[in-house]
């Protein structure tokens, strides 16, 4: 895993497919250092943390949690900082905090239907196959629709989004830079052309050029955006 400089102050780590990660954004302001989620596990954050730290970053000052999917926040517990999400978002991951992770308990809720077969594969790797037990740590601050964090020489912005992906999903927003991260909000669940329409509707008025999706190492430019769309619109008609 490596990190990426996308412009003068924004960086991002790569995503890696097999084992779910998605990227982190790093923001490198004047005044401060914003992480735009925070790894998968504590393994992924200490990968970041080192390799941030190589690049000469900064420890973060605040991080952003992108929605509650736990590939977007386990390895929280592994920053000093105080940590931001929506509203709902702080919700979900306190619920889910309050879940039994081991072993034994997960692999329980998995035949019961209520956990996943691929999450379960996947916490092996990250945590051990003995694992009995997954510290973790949840988002301090909330807030509603947006927030904006000053960091001198540039602003974050972070905008709720409404999407059917994750119903506590927001984008972050950095004007100076012309970078809008958008989480996981491109892949939805339902799918209908008008839901995909929205999407584009609400994605489409930031001044932003460079787009960038928490799973794809391809950074994309806002035609590129708006074609995946269309795609997706054109390949649910009837
Ligand atoms: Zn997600």
Known sequence: MNIKQITKKVYMSMPEERRDRPIVGIINGMKGVVYFDAGSSQKHA???????EKL????????IISHSHTDHWFGLIEYQAPSISSRTCKKRTEELARNDWGKTAYEKQVQEG??????AEILDEEYGKDRSFIALRTPEISFEDQLEIDLGDVTIHCQKI???HSDDAIVMHIPEEKVLFLGDCLYLRTKSQ??????????N???AEIFIDSHCPKIMNREEVEAYCMDYVKSLEE
Do not use: M, R, W
Not at 56 to 63: D, E, M, N
Not at 194 to 203: A, M, N, R, S, Y
């Open 46 to 52: 200490q990968e970041i943390i080192t390799n941030a």
């Open 56 to 63: 000469g970053l900064s420890t973060p000052s605040y991080l």
């Open 114 to 119: 209520h956990g996943s077969s691929f999450l």
């Open 162 to 164: 409404n999407t059917n």
């Open 194 to 203: 008008t839901d995909v329409k929205k999407l584009f509707e609400q994605i």
């Open 205 to 207: 008025p930031f001044n």
